[in-house]
């Protein structure tokens, strides 16, 4: 167990929908990141943030966005969903921005 | 981030000490080796780092070659539940909050063969 939790553990929705994945860090980690793999993919970084700010973006689509609360919880939004959005999506935290990640169980999202 | 290379997979067999190559020659001087491996769609696991000297801890060792363009991770007696997708990244590492983008590859996967 990695202290990193993520939920739901997995979403089914349609086409078009929007959702929403959330993500709690480890208890004293201010960075937060989030990566997409679709099937047989290796992890895509999407976006980090410290402390409540944007630190990095990497191949996040425009219909996606994120943010980091106070409690530095972090949430991954995903709107006007297409099939091709299908895909594990993993949360990581570090204690700092540079330092070794340890990452959540994911969320499968699956879209029909 | 420096780019990476490893070999897209390797076989061990069970016991016998797993040897994962990887190759960093655009490496900068403050970028460490980082290692994850991702065993069947779990979340990556954080293994081991390191800058220029060898390291071990419980679960490998790391051996950087002495002009840093290279690393072996070594897992020295191989379990079945070793096999997994072992990820080779270089990063800047330090608690600082700067910008850090992180790439993390394709990785080697090991298959450890009973």
């Known amino acids: 167990d990695s202290g990193v939790t993520q939920t739901p553990k997995h979403l089914i929705t349609a086409t078009g929908q929007r959702v929403t994945l959330r993500c709690s860090p480890r208890s004293g980690d201010l960075s937060v990141y989030w990566y997409q793999q679709s099937l047989d993919q290796g992890l895509q970084f999407l976006i980090q943030?410290?402390?409540?700010?944007?630190?990095a973006k990497g191949n996040i689509l425009e219909r996606f966005s994120a943010q980091q609360f106070p409690d530095l919880h972090s949430e991954l939004n995903l709107s006007s969903l297409e099939l091709g959005d299908s895909a594990l999506y993993f949360c990581?935290?570090?204690?700092?921005?540079?330092?070794?990640?340890?990452f959540g169980p994911g969320t499968r999202l699956t879209v029909l | 981030d420096a780019k990476t290379t490893q070999p897209p997979s390797m076989d061990c067999a069970e016991g016998r000490a797993a040897n994962l190559p990887c190759n960093h020659s655009t490496i900068s001087g403050n970028e460490y080796v980082y290692w994850y491996r991702q065993i069947h769609s779990q979340g990556p696991q954080y293994i081991i780092h390191?800058?220029?000297n060898n390291e071990t801890n419980e679960m490998a060792s790391l051996i950087i070659t002495e002009d840093r363009k290279s690393s072996t991770l070594i897992l020295p007696h191989a379990t079945l539940r070793d096999t997994a997708v072992y990820y080779c990244i270089v990063r800047v590492a330090d608690k600082g909050s700067g910008y850090q983008k992180v790439t993390f590859g394709t990785g080697t996967k090991l298959q450890v063969i009973p």
């Open positions: 390191g800058l220029k």
């Open positions: 943030y410290y402390n409540g700010e944007e630190r």
């Open positions: 990581a935290s570090s204690v700092g921005s540079r330092n070794e990640q340890f």
